[in-house]
């Protein structure tokens, strides 16, 4: 297994997969279409984001997307990791692992003095994180509201 920068055509497989990525993300929260997650990536890509991927031979593994973004409240850049995906035939072989190390010493050789990444609270990438020396940094909190019809507005 390889890990590197993905090509245009893994780049291409890559957004092809990434709804369902981003589904299993959010644990079924989210359904995307193609051109939300064109969306969501062109402009990641566009400021200087790359995917890394693991690859053998020919088979793409899983990546994990990476770049910058600037803190909110000291206005400094921090690496950042976006996604993090294994697919579903190479899952339980330690993939994702090697995915975030890459992306750590990445991020790490281009000088962030900090990285951070978002994952929802139930996802089981959480231990993974964990494992890796992240921690919770702030913690987001939501509070479903009922459905109001049209009418009743």
């Not at 369902?20 to 079924?28: C, D, R, V, Y």
């Not at 579903?88 to 990444?117: C, D, N, T, V, W």
């Not at 996802?123 to 964990?130: D, T």
Request: proline share 3%.
């Amino acid at each position: 297994m390889e890990i590197r920068k993905a090509n245009i055509v893994e780049l291409e497989s890559i957004l092809k997969l990434s709804p369902q990525a981003l589904f299993e993300g959010t644990l079924g929260r989210v359904r995307p279409t193609d051109e939300r997650i064109k969306r969501l990536v062109e402009p990641l890509l566009e400021r200087g984001c790359y995917y890394l991927i693991a690859a053998e031979k020919d088979n793409l593994m899983g990546w994990i997307l990476i770049g910058s973004i600037k803190d909110q409240f000291t206005d400094e850049m921090i690496g950042f990791i976006y996604e993090l995906y294994v697919t579903q035939e190479y899952r339980g072989k330690g993939i994702s692992k090697h995915l975030m190390k890459s992306a750590i010493e990445h991020l790490q050789s281009e000088g962030y003095p900090e990285i951070r990444l978002g994952v929802f609270a139930d996802n089981h990438a959480v231990r993974l994180y964990k494992q890796m020396g992240f921690s919770e940094r702030n913690i987001t909190m939501s509070l479903r509201m009922p459905c109001i019809s049209q009418a009743a507005r």
